[in-house]
């Protein structure tokens, strides 16, 4: 920008403008006169200055609902249902099939031949895995998760198949509640599962839920059953937020 002098129109030196007051003083004729209008003329004719990003931190990702879990209103509560199905249970269910059947095989030849009792005591371990991994994909196929809030309480279940971890806890005790990341690793690499705990009004820690495959499934759990509790949430150590 630049300032002339309103009497002998002489450049006014940087040197002799005050910004602040928006006063000139001209060396030539010593006339002194405020050139304001000059500084909003500027202003003006200035394109706007980029907007830079803001380093401030922001709130976190309000998480949408997954796919799997539905979100009902009880008319007392909320109630979230998941549904436990994954496609890797495809996998599992063939898997299942071959190990079951070498098992049934091996017992029907040994007790058919009359073999001797360590053909029979041998596949035990075997037998235990079977039956386990045989439990587990009929869970994962037909079970569901419902975690309900309302009338005081909070409570998971596990159906129609039992499954451990069902619980009640009183809501008027939870105090917090936050997410965590589990790493698992095999000979085969390694994959994360989540987990959701609670922290009541003593600080004792609660485990929720366990084994959700996706970070958002816990996520929303957490910031739904707090905004319905009025929780608000805080930093906790080791959680895990997105």
Not at 12 to 33: G, H, K, M, Y
Not at 179 to 187: E, G, L, M, T
Request: hydrophobic share 40%; glycine share 8%; net charge neutral.
């Amino acid at each position: 920008m630049h300032v002339y002098c309103t009497h002998c129109h002489v450049q006014i030196p940087a040197e002799d403008l005050n910004i602040d007051t928006a006063i000139a003083r001209c060396r030539s004729c010593q006339a002194v006169f405020s050139f304001a209008d000059a500084l909003q003329r500027d202003a003006a004719a200035r394109p706007p200055r980029p907007s830079v990003p803001s380093t401030a931190p922001r709130g976190r990702r309000d998480v949408p609902l997954p796919r799997g879990v539905t979100l009902e209103e009880t008319g007392t509560g909320l109630r979230f249902v998941r549904r436990w199905f994954q496609w890797v249970v495809l996998f599992l269910i063939v898997f299942c099939v071959v190990w079951d059947g070498f098992l049934v095989f091996w017992y029907t030849l040994a007790f058919r031949e009359g073999a001797p009792w360590i053909m029979i005591v041998f596949p035990l371990g075997h037998l235990a895995v079977g039956a386990g991994l045989t439990y587990y994909v009929l869970c994962m196929l037909v079970n569901r998760t419902i975690v309900e809030v309302g009338d005081g309480v909070l409570s998971i279940r596990h159906v129609p198949l039992p499954w451990r971890g069902n619980r009640t806890l009183p809501a008027d005790e939870l105090d917090q509640l936050y997410c965590k990341q589990r790493v698992h690793r095999s000979r085969n690499g390694s994959y994360e599962t989540y987990e959701i705990y609670a922290l009541d009004k003593t600080g004792q820690q609660h485990k929720l839920l366990s084994g959700l495959p996706e970070s958002d499934d816990a996520l929303f759990l957490e910031q739904q059953i707090e905004k319905y509790l009025h929780v608000r949430d805080r930093a906790v150590e080791g959680a895990y937020v997105g």
